[in-house]
């Protein structure tokens, strides 16, 4: 027997009796006549003491020549300590060690096992397993399954069965590029990785399962963005025989759970917003609504006088910043630069400080007066110590200018707290998306999601213009789930397939299953995806996914621990029919 007792489990009331303890070597503090050591595990830390006078002297030196990160077994008794130390739960006690087995020995860990580390991200990750013994990423694993498993407990509360859906399978639509595997037994044929379980979901439906969700791994190969893993985690849920609100109600339901289950947050309702509302007030489609600071879309006071800039932009748009008088000119420049930078991409702000005894001074007092000031300020709600910042141009550029600054100014005002919460659902988007690149209209959602009731016979005559039953749920400026009620007929989901571009024969190749199975009886039927990696992030009150994940990919999608991607040898190569031909 390895141990009678964990690390963590020790108390004064244990005084007397005699333990095995197996862990980690901490630290040992060798004062010649007497050693301490600390030992770790998963469950916590426990002081271990040898003595001149009461240990053997063989174990006495055994014990001075521990390293750290050394795995041992200990036999002894516990007593209570002549100093308590009353941070650790352990704290009262010690053992006085009679036994001493080393496990294993340690080579000098490359960095610190601390709460706060000296290891660099890449030395971490290249020793990840050294990583996750230390608290923040253990506790962080540790916060996730108590996630993954509360979704488990209330979904299967209500019924549903989690199903497994099958890794090897063909491109599916979620809008990124596939990963492929290439088949041995069917020579130039590849399987494709799911970028998510979607027609199966959809196919268990027809197969009257009713209620599915499934704790799954979703594959997109995409240029990772920040924060953006090219595997990770869907909790992928679908219902037959429900409507929107049903959906809506549901996973309300779960978000809900799991606030009070592991924050223990109490939310109300989760308001609602139109999409269109969404990019009006926020300039996104995920608003983090914990704070104001909504825009005044400000045409209609402030074209048609003599401010050029104005005048040519389709949209002019401002924010109220909270106290934003206090920023000195230099300030204010700094947030000029700010907006200027090529990731945010504005021309140019126009400001307009809201003074305490009621007048305006903006940066462009030539071409407005204070009645016309005045009207920015009506509009985009500012007081007085308030400072207006307005952007102008393109709409939906300008939109997403004035979001990123919305969200830098609340992040810098302490506006975005990590322990309040305020989710919201999106609802009505846009159907089709126009794409820049290839030049044509793209599922907003995916090709499978259906138009708003009665918009069907839009689609040719306005195809941007068509709504989906489509929604997302946002959680503090995060989507933290996105889905919609389907298609769930042939002559519609071809319709919806000819308006994306796909040929008959296309549609037939790639969606033929699905259209195929939309004849024996597919019931109406609907879901939703959640992402589980970012709804842990937020749960635990951080903003980066890679601290849940045990193993994380880099950015440039490398896992450095195993050194994956890698070649493979000719002979492999050969057995999948395949040849090379690499551009560098
Ligand atoms: N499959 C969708 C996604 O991954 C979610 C859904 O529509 O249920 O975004």
């Given at each position: 027997?390895?141990?009678s007792h ?6 004064a ?6 333990v ?26 426990t ?9 053997a ?6 014990s ?24 650790i ?43 996750i013994?230390r608290n ?8 996730r399954?108590?996630?993954a ?15 497994e ?22 020579e130039?044929?590849f399987y494709?990785l ?15 399962m009713?209620k ?23 909790i ?29 947050v ?9 999409y ?27 074209q048609?006088?003599?401010f050029?800039?104005f ?40 400001y307009?400080?809201c ?24 509009v ?7 400072l ?6 393109e709409?939906?550029?300008v ?31 846009p ?5 820049e ?14 138009p708003?009731?009665?918009q ?13 039953n ?31 571009g ?15 199975a ?5 019931p109406?039927?609907?879901?939703i ?14 903003e ?24 493979i ?6 057995e999948?029919?395949l040849?090379?031909?690499l551009?560098?």
């Amino acid at each position: 027997m390895y141990r009678s007792h964990t690390c963590g489990e020790l108390r004064a009331t244990h005084t007397n009796t005699e333990v095995t303890l197996s862990g980690w070597v901490q630290g040992v503090r060798d004062k010649g006549f007497m050693v301490y050591v600390d030992l770790r595990d998963r469950y916590g830390i426990t002081q271990l003491y040898f003595d001149e006078e009461q240990t053997a002297k063989d174990i006495l030196e055994k014990s001075q020549k521990l390293g750290r990160e050394f795995v041992i077994q200990v036999k002894g008794k516990v007593q209570e300590r002549a100093s308590k130390n009353p941070n650790i739960p352990t704290g009262e006690i010690e053992v006085l060690v009679s036994e001493l087995v080393i496990l294993n020995g340690s080579k000098t860990p490359p960095f610190t096992i601390e709460d706060k580390t000296d290891g660099g991200d890449d030395l971490r990750m290249k020793y990840r397993y050294l990583d996750i013994r230390r608290n923040p990423v253990k506790e962080s694993l540790i916060f996730r399954h108590k996630v993954a498993q509360a979704v488990r407990n209330y979904l299967s509360n209500e019924g549903f069965i989690e199903v497994e859906t099958p890794y090897l399978i063909k491109s599916t639509p979620e809008g990124a590029r596939d990963f492929v595997v290439p088949s041995r037994m069917n020579e130039g044929q590849f399987y494709a990785l799911p970028q998510s379980p979607q027609t199966f979901k959809q196919l268990l439906m027809v197969g009257g399962m009713d209620k599915y969700f499934q704790i799954v791994k979703c594959f997109r190969d995409e240029d990772l963005r920040a924060d953006r893993q090219p595997e990770f985690t869907q909790i992928d849920c679908e219902m037959a025989f429900v409507e929107q609100e049903d959906i809506l109600n549901t996973f309300e339901g779960l978000t809900r759970h799991l606030l009070k289950e592991i924050n223990g947050v109490e939310v109300d309702k989760f308001p609602r917003m139109l999409y269109d509302d969404a990019m009006r007030l926020y300039g996104n489609d995920k608003p983090d609504i914990r704070f104001g600071m909504e825009f005044g879309e400000l045409n209609a006071v402030a074209q048609h006088k003599d401010f050029n800039v104005f005048n040519s932009a389709e949209l002019v748009v401002g924010i109220a910043v909270p106290g934003g008088n206090t920023y000195t000119r230099k300030e204010i420049d700094k947030l000029i630069d700010w907006v200027k930078r090529p990731q945010v991409g504005a021309l140019g702000m126009v400001y307009c400080r809201c003074n305490d005894d009621g007048t305006y001074k903006s940066s462009v007092d030539k071409f407005y007066n204070q009645d016309d000031l005045a009207k920015w300020a009506e509009v985009t709600g500012a007081k007085a110590g308030d400072l207006i910042c307005v952007l102008s141009g393109e709409t939906n550029k300008v939109r997403a200018q004035l979001s990123a600054l919305r969200m830098e100014l609340a992040e810098r005002l302490g506006l975005r707290k990590p322990d309040e919460f305020a989710p919201l659902w999106v609802m009505d988007f846009p159907l089709l998306e126009w794409d820049e690149d290839t030049e044509r209209y793209h599922a907003m959602h995916h090709p499978f999601t259906s138009p708003k009731p009665g918009q069907l016979e839009l689609l040719d005559a306005k195809p941007g213009e068509v709504k989906a039953n489509a929604y997302d749920l946002v959680l503090n400026g995060n989507e933290i789930g996105g889905g919609s009620i389907r298609i769930h007929d042939k002559a519609t989901q071809a319709i919806m397939l000819k308006h994306l571009g796909f040929s008959e024969e296309e549609a037939r190749a790639q969606f033929g299953f699905l259209m195929d199975a939309f004849e024996y009886g597919a019931p109406p039927h609907g879901g939703i995806a959640f992402g589980l990696d970012r709804l842990v992030a937020i749960l635990g009150g951080q903003e980066t996914i890679r601290d849940f994940i045990a193993f994380p990919k880099n950015n440039s999608g490398r896992d450095v621990m195993i050194d994956a991607p890698a070649p493979i040898d000719d002979e492999q190569l050969t057995e999948l029919s395949l040849k090379l031909n690499l551009k560098s």
